[in-house]
């Protein structure tokens, strides 16, 4: 979560920010539950179904919903960082 939170503070666009939040927040939580599912199990011999699919979740959804924010922000014009090198969206316009 660190990493994410100097990622946000450092990177020059939104871009790059949205990466970097959408990453640690995806693997913060996720390991969290993961720790949570290790505890239960070897302290209370108890499999939580719910644990894992919270993971499950977590793996597939947060990582398609920064996509999306990052796509949305792009086709609302908000512009790339001067120094990108590379437009993949404009290229397939």
């Not at 969290?32 to 239960?40: H, P, R, T």
């Not at 597939?60 to 792009?74: C, D, E, F, K, N």
Request: no cysteine; hydrophobic share 45%; proline share 3%.
């Amino acid at each position: 979560m660190i990493s994410g939170s100097i990622g946000v503070l450092r990177f020059p666009d939104v871009y790059t920010r949205l990466h970097a939040a959408t990453k640690s927040a995806t693997l913060g939580v996720a390991g969290i539950l993961i720790g949570a599912f290790i505890f239960m199990y070897v302290e209370h011999d108890i499999i939580s179904g719910k644990l894992l699919l919270g993971v499950l979740f977590i793996l597939l959804t947060a990582p398609v919903s920064g996509h999306m924010i990052g796509r949305a922000a792009y086709k609302s014009g908000v512009p790339l960082w001067e120094e990108s090198i590379q437009d993949d969206y404009k290229q397939n316009k």
